[in-house]
C-alpha cells in the first residue's frame, strides 16, 4: 500500500456511516452514527459543507488498440452541498467517466477530485473505505443480489460495515418505509417490478447515511410513470435529508424534472452548465440545443403546411408571429397584455409553455392580420413593455377562421 503525505481523511470521514456532525444531524430519522471503526489520531483539513464535490483540471485518458482515447478533458467545476446535479450528453460524452471519479471507480489521468474539500486521491485504503461509505450509488439496471430477500439486500453494506442485528434491524425497517416498501421485506428481486428493484436498490445506498448519492441512468431502464415515482422519491430525499444527489442521463426530461443545475458534456468537454431553467430557456452550444430538440412544442403538421413566406393575395391573410419566453425576469405569456401590444385582434394558434422552477419557458404562434402594421418590436422584448423575450415573424397564412 502507497503512502500518502497528504492530510488525512476528516474524523467526520472515519465512522462507518461517514456522516459529518451536521451530516448526521441531516440524517437522524437513520438513527445515530454507526460505530466508529477506525483510529482517531488524525488532523481534520478546513471543513467543507458536507456534500461538495468540486473537480479541478481534471482530464481522463484510456488506452485502446487504437490509441489514447480522451473521455475527459479539462473539466473543473463546483457541485453544492445539497443540490441535485444533473449530468448530460450523448452516448460517449463521458457523463459515466465523470460521476465515477466521485468515488474514485476511476482515477483521473490528471487533475484531481475533491470532496468535502479533500483531494480523494490521497486517501488510503482505509480512508477510501470510509469515502464510499459516505457515496451511496445507484445503477441503470440495479445492481440487486437476486439469492438475497429485499431486506437483506438493503441489509448488506449494513452488516459488512459491522452494525449490531438490532441496529441494522432498526435502519433497515425505516428505509423499506422511506422508499414505500415496507410490505416486501421477505420478496426476492425476481418478484419485483423495474420501479420495485429501483426502489431497493435506493434503500441499499442510503443505508450507510451518505452525504452523496450518485445515480448511474438510474431512470434509463424505466417506464414514464415509474420514472417520475423514482425521480419524486429522489427529490424527497434530497429535501428531507439535505443529501447531494448527483445523476447521469440523456434524457432532457428527466433534468427538467428534478436537477437544479446541470452539466451538459460533449465529446469529454463542458459544452454548458448552469442553472437548469437558464439553460432550457436560452441554450447556447448545438450540444444542448440538440439534447433539447424532442422536448421543443414545434409547429403542428397543418400549419405547417399552410405557412407561407409571404402574405397570400386574396382571403383574409394573417401574419404568424412566434413568442419565445426563457424565464429571465419573471417574464411569462400574458395574453391581454399580448393583444393590447400588438394592437389588433390576435388569435392563438399554438403554444406550449412549461414551469421549470418557478420559471414560464416556452413559446406560443399567435396571428394577426396582416394589414396591421406591426409596432416597434423592440421594445416588445426589453423593459418594461416587453410581451416577449422574442416575437419573431414565421409567415403568414391565408385565413385562421379555424384556428388550430
Excluded at 476528516?10 to 466508529?36: E, F
Excluded at 429485499?150 to 452494525?163: E, M, Q, T
Aim: proline share 7%.
Amino acid at each position: 500500500m502507497t503512502l500518502i503525505a497528504t492530510p488525512h481523511p476528516p474524523a467526520a470521514w472515519r465512522t462507518a456511516s461517514g456522516s459529518s456532525p451536521a451530516a448526521a444531524a441531516r440524517h437522524a430519522p437513520y438513527g445515530p452514527a454507526l460505530q466508529d471503526t477506525a483510529t482517531t489520531d488524525r488532523q481534520e483539513p478546513a471543513q467543507s459543507p458536507a456534500g461538495s464535490v468540486v473537480f479541478e483540471g481534471l482530464s481522463k485518458v484510456y488506452a485502446s488498440s487504437a490509441g489514447p482515447v480522451a473521455a475527459l478533458d479539462s473539466i473543473s467545476l463546483s457541485i453544492p452541498a445539497g443540490s441535485i446535479f444533473g449530468i448530460i450528453g450523448r452516448s460517449g460524452a463521458g457523463k459515466s467517466s465523470l460521476l465515477r471519479t466521485i468515488n474514485r471507480l476511476e482515477s483521473p489521468t490528471t487533475g484531481r477530485v475533491l470532496v468535502d474539500g479533500v483531494d480523494i486521491a490521497g486517501l488510503d485504503d482505509e480512508g477510501l473505505v470510509a469515502l464510499r461509505r459516505r457515496i451511496g450509488m445507484i445503477f441503470q439496471h440495479f445492481n440487486l443480489l437476486a439469492a438475497k430477500t429485499v431486506y437483506d439486500n438493503v441489509a448488506l453494506p449494513l452488516r459488512v460495515a459491522g452494525v449490531r442485528p438490532a441496529e441494522v434491524h432498526r435502519r433497515v425497517e425505516e428505509l423499506l418505509a422511506l422508499v414505500g416498501l415496507q410490505d416486501k421485506h421477505r420478496t426476492y428481486p425476481a418478484r419485483l417490478s423495474g420501479g420495485q428493484k429501483q426502489r431497493v436498490g435506493i434503500a441499499r445506498a442510503l443505508a450507510t447515511g451518505p452525504e452523496i448519492l450518485l445515480c448511474d441512468e438510474a431512470t434509463s431502464a424505466l417506464d414514464p410513470e415509474t420514472t417520475h415515482s423514482i425521480l419524486q422519491l429522489l427529490r424527497d430525499i434530497n429535501r428531507r435529508l439535505g443529501i447531494t444527489v448527483i445523476l447521469i442521463t440523456h434524457e432532457m426530461s428527466v433534468i427538467r424534472e428534478i436537477a437544479d443545475q446541470v452539466l451538459v458534456l460533449e465529446q469529454g468537454r463542458i459544452a454548458e452548465r448552469g442553472e437548469v431553467w437558464r439553460v432550457f430557456g436560452a441554450p447556447e452550444h448545438d450540444a444542448t440545443r440538440a439534447l433539447l430538440a424532442p422536448l421543443q412544442h414545434g409547429l403542428p403538421d397543418e400549419l405547417q403546411a399552410r405557412l407561407q413566406a409571404d402574405p397570400p393575395a386574396s382571403g383574409n391573410p394573417q401574419r404568424v408571429l412566434r413568442l419565445g419566453y426563457t424565464g429571465v425576469a419573471g417574464l411569462e405569456p400574458d395574453f391581454a397584455r399580448i393583444t393590447a401590444a400588438l394592437q389588433g385582434p390576435v388569435r392563438l394558434l399554438h403554444g406550449g409553455v412549461d414551469r421549470i422552477r418557478g420559471h414560464a419557458q416556452g413559446g406560443l404562434i399567435v396571428s394577426l392580420p396582416a394589414g396591421v402594421a406591426l409596432p416597434n418590436v423592440s421594445s416588445l422584448v426589453q423593459g418594461p413593455d416587453a410581451i416577449a423575450h422574442s416575437i419573431e415573424v414565421i409567415g403568414y397564412v391565408a385565413d385562421v377562421e379555424h384556428p388550430l
